[in-house]
């Protein structure tokens, strides 16, 4: 869940059976007006300005073109939801949903979770390189699963040991 950017998209609800982490609304709609023009301007350029055009076009730039406006097939899988991650405080489970709907696409079991760890990823931004922090969740397996990301570390922080006190599983 959740973005890398400078800002916090990332939600984080306590209930009283369970913790749920998921993108914000915000941030969710902001994607999807952006998809929603991207996607639709490549799809009229794709569409018309090829076939009319009078001087070489490279063949990149066809390339790049196509794979945006495919991107804009993910406008109508986010009109379902944003995806989401639970956790049960009886069972200690954890709970994927690919979408708002209530079909759970994944569960970890207590029992299959080995621990989970803070990491920081860095990527560049406005010239300088930015700090995510990323919740990742390692089976007992050695598989890694990143749960969450946010700029802000006490928010992962905080939700790693929550998830932690949830699960019984120790943290990093």
Request: aromatic share 10%; charged share 20%; hydrophobic share 45%.
């Amino acid at each position: 869940m959740g973005q890398l950017g400078s800002e916090n998209a990332l939600l984080v609800e306590r209930r009283t059976d369970r913790l749920v982490c998921r993108i914000a609304r915000s941030s969710v709609w902001f994607n999807q007006v952006m998809l929603f023009l991207f996607g639709s301007f490549l799809a009229f350029v794709l569409g018309t300005g090829f076939q009319d055009r009078s001087f070489p076009f490279p063949l990149i730039f066809a390339v790049v073109a196509w794979i945006l406006a495919a991107c804009w097939l993910v406008f109508p899988r986010n009109l379902a939801g944003a995806p989401r991650i639970e956790v049960l405080s009886g069972s200690g489970e954890v709970l994927f949903f690919r979408t708002a709907r209530g079909t759970v696409s994944r569960i970890l079991r207590r029992d299959e979770i080995a621990r989970f760890a803070e990491e920081i990823q860095l990527y560049p931004s406005r010239g300088h390189p930015t700090k995510n922090h990323v919740l990742s969740l390692f089976t007992v397996g050695g598989a890694k699963v990143p749960l969450c990301a946010s700029p802000e570390e006490p928010l992962i922080r905080a939700l790693e040991s929550e998830i932690s006190r949830v699960t019984g599983v120790a943290g990093s």
